[in-house]
C-alpha cells in the first residue's frame, strides 16, 4: 500500500516539521506558512495526470494539517487554497492552486494592516499595554498607532514555557516602544500599571471565546478585577467555523520537557523514570470566556465578542468540509 501513498514534497514535509516544532509559530504566520508550502507541492508536483496531482495536494494537506491541532487559520487556510485548485489539466491545477495560495499569502498581510489601524484607534497617546506570547496581530496595533506618532509603551509578559514575550520584546524595542519585561507571576502588579491588555487568538469560537497561549484567560480575569479593557486583535481567518455547529476547539498538550528538562525531572523523582505519582501536563492554550473580553478587533472592524457569530456565519457559511480528508 505504502508505495500509493501520493509523493509529498520534502520541502513540504520541512515545513510541517517547522510547525510542529515551533521554528515557525503563531497563527498568522503558520497559516501564510502552510499555503506557501501548498504552492511549493504545486510547483514541484510530478504528478502525470489531475488525480494524482489532486491526491498529491491533498496529502501535503493532512501533513500539514495533522502538525498542531488548535490555530484554526491553518485548516482555514488549507481549505481556501484548495478550492481553488481548478482545471482540467495538471497545468491548470497547478497554476490555479498557485494563484490561490498566493492570494491568501496577499490578502493576510493585508488583514493584519487593515486590524492594525483598526486597533490602533483604541490606544491614545501615552498608553500602556499588557501583551502576552508574541502575536503579530497585536503588535500590528501597535506599529500602526507608533506610525500615527503615539507613544505607547509595553509589559511584556515572559509567557512560559516557551518564552514567547521575548519575540515580542524584541519587535516593540525594533519600534523603539520602551519595554518592561515581567515574568507571568508578576501580571497582577503589573496590571495596575496597564491601560490595556493586548493579545491575539489561535481560535474565536461561535460564543465569542478567545482560544490564545495558556495564561491568557487568568491574565483577562485579573483584568477585569482591575478595570483594565481586554482587546483582542484577529484576523478573521482565526474564525473557528465548525463551532457554529457545536464543535469545541482542541486544546494542545505538548512535551512535558518544555516545562521539565530531563535532568531537572529526574531530580525530582530520584532518577526514576516511572515514577507514576510525578505528572507534568503542558497545554499550550486555553479558553478566555466572552465576558472577559471587551473587543475582538478584526480587519472588518471591531466587535464585541457576543456578535462574533454574525461576522462567522457571513464569511463561512453554516458548515465546513475537510478536503484533505477525502
Ligand atoms: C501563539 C499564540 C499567539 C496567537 C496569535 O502560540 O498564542 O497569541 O497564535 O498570533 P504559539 P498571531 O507560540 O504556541 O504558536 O497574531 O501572530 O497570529
Redesign the pocket.
Known amino acids: 500500500m505504502s508505495d500509493q501513498q501520493p509523493a509529498v514534497d520534502p520541502a513540504v514535509t520541512a515545513v510541517a516539521d517547522d510547525i510542529a516544532e515551533?521554528d515557525i509559530?503563531?497563527?498568522?504566520?503558520?497559516?501564510d506558512a502552510a499555503a506557501g508550502a501548498l504552492a511549493t507541492q504545486a510547483e514541484r508536483s510530478e504528478a502525470a495526470d489531475p488525480a494524482a496531482f489532486r491526491a498529491q495536494l491533498r496529502a501535503a494537506a493532512r501533513e500539514l494539517y495533522e502538525t498542531?491541532p488548535?490555530?484554526v487559520?491553518l485548516p482555514n487556510a488549507l481549505r481556501f487554497v484548495l478550492r481553488g485548485m481548478e482545471g482540467e489539466t495538471v497545468a491548470d491545477l497547478r497554476a490555479s492552486t498557485i494563484d490561490r495560495a498566493e492570494r491568501f499569502r496577499a490578502d493576510l498581510s493585508q488583514a493584519?494592516e487593515k486590524l492594525g489601524r483598526i486597533g490602533a484607534n483604541r490606544l491614545r497617546d501615552g498608553d500602556v499595554v499588557m501583551t502576552?506570547?508574541?502575536?503579530?496581530?497585536?503588535?500590528?496595533c501597535v506599529e500602526a498607532a507608533v506610525e500615527d506618532g503615539k507613544h505607547v509603551e509595553a509589559i511584556v509578559k515572559e509567557?512560559r514555557p516557551?518564552k514567547?514575550g521575548h519575540i515580542t520584546a524584541r519587535q516593540l524595542r525594533e519600534w523603539d516602544v520602551p519595554v518592561t519585561l515581567v515574568v507571568d507571576n508578576a501580571t497582577r502588579r503589573y496590571l495596575d500599571d496597564a491601560d490595556h491588555v493586548l493579545?491575539?487568538?489561535?481560535s474565536i469560537a461561535a460564543d465569542g471565546s478567545v482560544i490564545?497561549?495558556i495564561g491568557?484567560s487568568g491574565l483577562a480575569v485579573n483584568a477585569r478585577e482591575r478595570g483594565v479593557p481586554v482587546m483582542v486583535?484577529?484576523?478573521t481567518i482565526?474564525l473557528h467555523p465548525d463551532t457554529m455547529t457545536g464543535h469545541t476547539v482542541e486544546i494542545?498538550m505538548?512535551d512535558e520537557r518544555e516545562v521539565l528538562p530531563e535532568p531537572e525531572r529526574a531530580e525530582i523523582t530520584g532518577g526514576d523514570p516511572d515514577d507514576e505519582g510525578f505528572v507534568v501536563e503542558n497545554p499550550?492554550?486555553d479558553v478566555t470566556p466572552p465576558r472577559h473580553v471587551d473587543a475582538i478587533v478584526t480587519e472588518h472592524g471591531q466587535y464585541p465578542p457576543e456578535s462574533i457569530v454574525t461576522l462567522m456565519r457571513e464569511l463561512f457559511g453554516a458548515t465546513t468540509d475537510d478536503p484533505w480528508s477525502v
Open positions: 515551533m509559530r503563531g497563527a498568522a504566520t503558520i497559516a498542531r488548535t490555530a487559520s493584519q502576552h506570547c508574541h502575536s503579530t496581530d497585536a503588535l500590528s509567557t516557551r514567547q493579545v491575539g487568538a489561535d490564545n497561549k491568557t486583535a484577529a484576523q482565526k494542545e505538548r499550550a492554550f
